[in-house]
């Protein structure tokens, strides 16, 4: 594979605004989740969002004429990656964000290619551990204790918020590398694997989420501000911005389209701060410039460049990145 220095003009006007809007729409789903949970309990939310957005994705297969999976293996591995790349991490952030900023939830995602890594090469081995990404997590690991902020102390509701959105990405890190390892080689397309991934987790949540928080509320007794986010988060965030991030793939390759992961951050801070009036303290941000950089070496984005990272590697058969955020 050729490497060009220096990116052809009309190539980059082909992608580049698409992959500016996947990092808006990301970036700005804390914030609608932050809306969310003033109303609904997380896992009302996450059930409403996942079944909008599997819906949107129903009619963007009827549209291909594309169809999905039929083989019960795939299925059987879409339960897990269901689970874990949907319904738990969606969960742990609308929890989360009962007690931290939206900002900060942002910040957070953006450690999920530094838990990615090692679960990809001690568990799954879909991955080889070298100097660099071992450098990468370690700058990445300086930077999630930053932005914990551990020289003030432990404890309280924020903290234990911060610790459930680092497990929502904790989540993505199990989901991603299962998923390159058992589905990503199926002959089946990426809108097709992902409307039956969210298909399955509006399963699963539908089961679970009235036992443990009762009978989801009617929408129509909802304030039209939290069924604005709901839809939002559905049809934008996993649902139509999983077709802008399959073209930015397909126009700018895996690895520069998977970079999306350093603009959700910057626009989770910019839409916090704006419209909620948010604010962070002075360790947060620059704990989040350490993750990025730990993530940015980890990735080979620093210095030579590479034709495939390990995100953009995961991210290409099935676009996992859509359903994470």
């Not at 998923?179 to 298909?199: D, H, N, R, T």
Request: hydrophobic residues 55%; contains cysteine.
């Amino acid at each position: 594979m050729t490497v060009h220095l220096t990116p052809d003009r009309a190539a980059l006007r082909s992608w580049l605004p698409g992959f500016l809007a996947l990092g808006v729409i990301w970036g700005s789903s804390f914030l609608f989740i932050k809306v969310g949970v003033s109303e609904l309990h997380p896992l009302h939310l996450t059930l409403y969002r996942v079944a909008t957005g599997a819906a949107t994705l129903l009619v963007v297969l009827a549209v291909l004429r594309d169809r999905l999976p039929r083989e019960p293996r795939v299925w059987a591995h879409l339960f897990v990656v269901a689970a874990f790349g949907v319904a738990l991490p969606f969960t742990l952030f609308g929890f989360g964000e009962q007690r931290v900023e939206s900002m900060l939830a942002g910040i957070w995602n953006a450690t999920t290619p530094l838990i990615v890594l090692p679960l990809a090469v001690l568990v799954f081995r879909t991955e080889r551990l070298t100097v660099r990404r071992a450098v990468g997590l370690g700058l990445g690991f300086a930077g999630v204790l930053v932005v914990l902020g551990v020289w003030e102390g432990v404890g309280g509701s924020h903290f234990t918020g911060q610790l459930m959105c680092l497990g929502a990405a904790a989540c993505y890190g199990v989901a991603i590398p299962y998923q390159k390892k058992f589905i990503a080689g199926s002959a089946y397309s990426g809108v097709s694997l992902s409307a039956a991934q969210l298909l399955v987790a509006t399963a699963q949540l539908a089961v679970v989420a009235p036992l443990v928080a009762g009978v989801p509320p009617v929408p129509t007794g909802l304030s039209a501000r939290v069924v604005a986010s709901v839809l939002a988060l559905g049809a934008l965030g996993t649902g139509l911005a999983f077709v802008i991030n399959l073209r930015n793939i397909r126009l700018a390759g895996a690895s520069t389209a998977s970079t999306v992961t350093y603009l959700i951050p910057v626009f989770a801070v910019l839409v916090g701060a704006l419209v909620l009036g948010e604010r962070m303290n002075w360790h947060q941000p620059v704990g989040a410039l350490v993750v990025l950089l730990g993530v940015a070496v980890a990735q080979g984005m620093l210095g030579r460049p590479r034709s495939r990272s390990l995100v953009g590697a995961a991210a290409a058969p099935a676009a996992e990145a859509a359903a994470h955020r």
